[in-house]
């Protein structure tokens, strides 16, 4: 219901400013602080669908879509079963409230999105975007995205979140309006330049090699995996060949025909079990690979915060030369070498009202600067505050789910293990009645 | 046999120690202790006169001469090790043969200290030069009439050729896919190790893994061990075999070749040597007696030793799963699961650590 009535208030209102806050989160009374949207809402990416259509450039394209549904948790708790609320997203729209959010939350580890081309294929695993089992592993994806974003304790917040939750039509337009695009421009030009931090902030800087080593870590881990898996597959596979030449030996034999005959059955099925088997797997190395993006986000998190201090250490050094030029000029005294010491010295200084013209322009960027440099060290100290919070969070998760991660494929490899003895003891008996 | 020694760089000999053990069918044998030398050129010099012997006889093979480098693992000590198996075989068989172990080239070949001699004593090579000629003429000419049973056999030996080398060529292939998945495998279970370092709380689950990847490539090396030691030479001795069965259907046939031309000679007057045509006809009753005594006793034994085979490969393979299985449900990770959670913990628990009993 609280949902239902944040709709209608949004329907009504002409304004949607009056629910936005500065900072893009929602101001509803209705969201108490700190609850998170997760808990207030049930959100799930339930189907995936093809659809044909012209795209921006009117060339006609096949792409997947996905169904995203929501449903309000007072009433599933109050009993009740509603249908839920859905609409139909598509990959590059998660991607545009990715986009936004980045850039709206500069000091946020924002979760990453299934990947978007298929890397670590192992042979046999189709590496095509419209494969079933690749659209199928999205799906889990994007609803394992839209769960984290909607249960963390600052980006459940926001508001092009809910509307993308809940606003079919006119939601990328919402998104383009609020300007983020320009931002994320500016601040990429500016985080492709190469620039050196004099004060680098210990922890975060620790923290970017820690992210560089993860994501190494990871790839490497990923890579060796996608080997074995090959390799595995041959190995089951070349067993069929068993199944063939049995049948055919068991066809010439009297006494051993069906012992052989038996046993060649069982060893195509060995053949045919490691299908099912890698497709399991293939969860596994999701995960890993989600942690392997996570990497990234962690890195640009730091890197922005190194911006931020590298344009406070710009600010800061802006301020105190402007401050020697008011103390050169006041004073008459040129304390270091400078071209107008030297036109000074050379070709005498200039008229008194000139100079005072200048002194006056002087003080008045001197405070500008002042405060400029009083926002950029608060903006920097915030920054690194809220990152490193969201990084302790980040730690905890990546913690805990990482071991469940290899929990769960320490079951795998358990469960494929007591596949294998059924059918190698299976084997043995058609052996046995040779 | 027991064991060999090496003599230079090409001739390996084969030290034979019998004792009181050995028993042969026959009590020709006194039980007394022999030690002999014997090269590999000794086994080829008894095998053929087995052969000539008793060519109706099915000899379990030798081992080849010479093998391609391809099949062989390491040349040398492994290579030698199976050639030393392989002959002990070859001869454990013939001890077994009610027939052949009481053969008089075979007592020698057990108890003479210098073979030397007696190999000089046999058919000269100009004689078994005719006989081969023989032979392919014989071969050109064909077979009046082959009893129904021998041409099912000859189906039956070439049929089973074929599913031996079959049966061989995938088992090699089998280990071939073994040996790079536990390749794979040991570039794996590093990378785990490797992260670790960097870690602090997933440092111990991270290392579990890694060390249960360790473990998994060691026993799929077992696994190819056991598989080169038991499935591939008894595959190879029966893909030999089947080449003997073959030399045995064709001397076979060669007998009744023989003793065809002679009795048409006869029947056409040519020739009025009714004595050899009865020998000779004598010969092939002989033969396919001999023969058929043979085959039953042969299916017998091959079915024994296949069947041993691929049940010892099915036991070793449960064995393997067993072995990977258990080592992936450690103690570390059980307790790795209490500090996340009680009930994943619990989960695991049921899971994986009770059908194990961990």
């Given at each position: 219901r609280m949902a239902e009535d944040v709709k209608e208030e949004s329907v009504t209102s002409n304004d949607e400013s009056d629910l936005a806050a500065s900072d893009g989160s929602l101001n509803n009374t209705m969201l108490t602080e700190g609850s998170c949207l997760l808990r207030r809402m049930e959100i799930s990416v339930a189907e995936a669908e093809k659809r044909s259509g012209k795209n921006a450039v009117s060339i006609q394209e096949t792409y997947t879509v996905y169904l995203v549904e929501t449903r309000p948790m007072d009433a599933i708790a109050e009993g009740h079963n509603p249908p839920p609320d859905s609409l139909w997203r598509r990959y590059s729209e998660f991607e545009l409230l990715r986009n936004y959010l980045i850039v709206t939350y500069p000091y946020i580890v924002?979760?990453?999105?299934?990947?978007?081309?298929?890397?670590?294929?192992?042979?046999?695993?189709?590496?095509?975007?419209?494969?079933?089992?690749?659209?199928?592993?999205?799906?889990?994806?994007?609803?394992?995205?839209?769960?984290?974003?909607?249960?963390?304790?600052?980006?459940?917040?926001?508001?092009?979140?809910?509307?993308?939750?809940?606003?079919?039509?006119?939601?990328?337009?919402?998104?383009?309006?609020?300007?983020?695009?320009?931002?994320?421009?500016?601040?990429?030009?500016?985080?492709?330049?190469?620039?050196?931090?004099?004060?680098?902030?210990?922890?975060?800087?620790?923290?970017?090699?820690?992210?560089?080593?993860?994501?190494?870590?990871?790839?490497?881990?990923?890579?060796?995996?996608?080997?074995?898996?090959?390799?595995?597959?041959?190995?089951?596979?070349?067993?069929?060949?068993?199944?063939?030449?049995?049948?055919?030996?068991?066809?010439?034999?009297?006494?051993?025909?069906?012992?052989?005959?038996?046993?060649?059955?069982?060893?195509?099925?060995?053949?045919?079990?490691?299908?099912?088997?890698?497709?399991?797997?293939?969860?596994?190395?999701?995960?890993?690979?989600?942690?392997l993006s996570y990497a990234e986000a962690v890195r640009a998190v730091c890197r922005k915060h190194e911006l931020s201090q590298f344009e406070l250490e710009m600010a800061s050094q802006d301020l105190i030369s402007k401050k020697q030029q008011r103390e050169e000029l006041a004073t008459g005294i040129v304390r270091t070498f400078s071209l107008k010491g030297m036109t000074n010295k050379l070709f005498g200084q200039e008229a008194p009202e000139q100079r005072d013209a200048k002194l006056n322009l002087l003080e008045e960027l001197i405070a500008e600067g002042e405060e400029t440099v009083k926002e950029k060290t608060a903006e920097c100290d915030e920054h690194a505050e809220k990152a490193w919070a969201d990084i302790v969070r980040f730690k905890d998760q990546k913690d805990k789910d990482l071991q469940e991660a290899l929990i769960n494929y320490a079951l795998m490899q358990i469960s494929m293990c007591k596949k294998g003895i059924q059918v190698w003891s299976n084997a043995k008996e058609c052996f046995l009645k040779m | 046999m027991n064991n060999y020694q090496q003599n230079g760089d090409d001739f390996f000999l084969y030290v034979l120690n019998q004792n009181e053990h050995i028993k042969t069918t026959c009590s020709e044998f006194d039980s007394s202790e022999y030690e002999v030398r014997r090269r590999y050129q000794d086994f080829l010099?008894?095998?053929?006169?087995?052969?000539?012997?008793?060519?109706?006889?099915?000899?379990?093979?030798?081992?080849?001469?010479?093998?391609?480098?391809?099949?062989?693992?390491?040349?040398?000590?492994?290579?030698?090790?199976?050639?030393?198996?392989?002959?002990?075989?070859?001869?454990?068989?013939?001890?077994?043969?009610?027939i052949l172990s009481c053969s008089h080239h075979f007592k020698v070949f057990l108890t003479e200290e210098e073979l030397a001699p007696h190999r000089k004593l046999g058919p000269g090579f100009l004689s078994r030069m005719s006989e081969t000629m023989r032979a392919m003429a014989n071969s050109v000419r064909g077979l009046r009439s082959k009893l129904e049973e021998f041409?099912?056999?000859?189906?039956?030996?070439?049929?089973?050729?074929?599913?031996?080398?079959?049966?061989?060529?995938?088992?090699?292939?089998?280990?071939?896919?073994?040996?790079?998945?536990?390749?794979?495998l040991k570039q794996y279970g590093p990378t785990?190790?490797?992260?670790?370092?960097?870690?602090?709380?997933?440092?111990?689950?991270?290392?579990?893994?890694?060390?249960?990847?360790?473990?998994?490539?060691?026993?799929?090396?077992?696994?190819?061990?056991?598989?080169?030691?038991?499935?591939?030479?008894?595959?190879?001795?029966?893909?030999?075999?089947?080449?003997?069965?073959?030399?045995?259907?064709?001397?076979?046939?060669?007998?009744?070749?023989?003793?065809?031309?002679?009795?048409?000679?006869?029947?056409?007057?040519?020739?009025?040597?009714?004595?050899?045509?009865?020998?000779?006809?004598?010969?092939?009753?002989?033969?396919?007696?001999?023969?058929?005594?043979?085959?039953?006793?042969?299916?017998?034994?091959?079915?024994?030793?296949?069947?041993?085979?691929?049940?010892?490969?099915?036991a070793k393979n449960v064995d393997y799963y067993e072995k990977v299985s258990l080592t992936y449900c450690p103690s570390s990770l059980y307790a790795v699961c209490l500090q996340t959670s009680r009930t994943l913990a619990s989960w695991f628990f049921r899971a994986a650590v009770l059908p194990h009993r961990c």
């Open positions: 924002v979760p990453p999105l299934p990947e978007k081309r298929a890397e670590f294929v192992w042979h046999k695993l189709s590496a095509d975007n419209m494969d079933p089992d690749f659209v199928e592993r999205r799906r889990i994806g994007l609803e394992n995205f839209l769960l984290r974003v909607a249960s963390h304790p600052v980006l459940s917040n926001n508001e092009m979140l809910y509307h993308f939750l809940t606003k079919e039509h006119g939601w990328k337009e919402m998104v383009y309006e609020t300007g983020f695009q320009a931002k994320a421009d500016s601040r990429l030009r500016a985080l492709s330049a190469t620039f050196r931090v004099r004060s680098p902030h210990k922890r975060l800087v620790e923290m970017k090699h820690y992210s560089d080593g993860l994501q190494s870590h990871t790839s490497q881990l990923l890579r060796a995996r996608t080997r074995v898996a090959d390799r595995l597959y041959a190995v089951y596979k070349v067993h069929g060949n068993y199944g063939r030449v049995f049948s055919e030996w068991s066809a010439i034999e009297k006494e051993m025909g069906d012992g052989l005959q038996s046993a060649g059955h069982h060893m195509d099925a060995y053949a045919a079990s490691v299908d099912d088997i890698l497709e399991e797997e293939e969860h596994y190395a999701d995960q890993l690979k989600e942690y | 010099w008894l095998k053929s006169r087995l052969e000539e012997n008793y060519p109706t006889l099915i000899i379990h093979p030798l081992p080849e001469k010479f093998v391609m480098k391809s099949m062989v693992e390491r040349f040398n000590d492994d290579f030698i090790e199976t050639r030393r198996k392989a002959l002990h075989r070859f001869l454990n068989r013939i001890t077994e043969h009610p041409a099912v056999m000859q189906a039956y030996v070439d049929d089973f050729s074929n599913k031996m080398c079959s049966v061989d060529k995938v088992t090699h292939r089998i280990i071939k896919e073994h040996r790079e998945y536990m390749d794979e785990y190790f490797q992260w670790a370092e960097s870690e602090e709380l997933l440092a111990e689950p991270l290392k579990g893994v890694g060390s249960c990847v360790e473990r998994c490539s060691k026993e799929t090396e077992e696994q190819i061990q056991h598989l080169s030691e038991v499935l591939v030479p008894t595959l190879h001795e029966y893909v030999l075999c089947a080449d003997t069965l073959k030399a045995v259907m064709r001397r076979r046939d060669n007998i009744q070749a023989e003793f065809e031309a002679k009795n048409e000679a006869l029947a056409s007057r040519t020739t009025d040597k009714e004595m050899e045509v009865d020998d000779l006809a004598d010969r092939v009753e002989q033969a396919n007696n001999a023969l058929r005594g043979d085959w039953s006793r042969w299916r017998t034994s091959m079915r024994a030793d296949l069947k041993s085979a691929f049940i010892s490969t099915a």
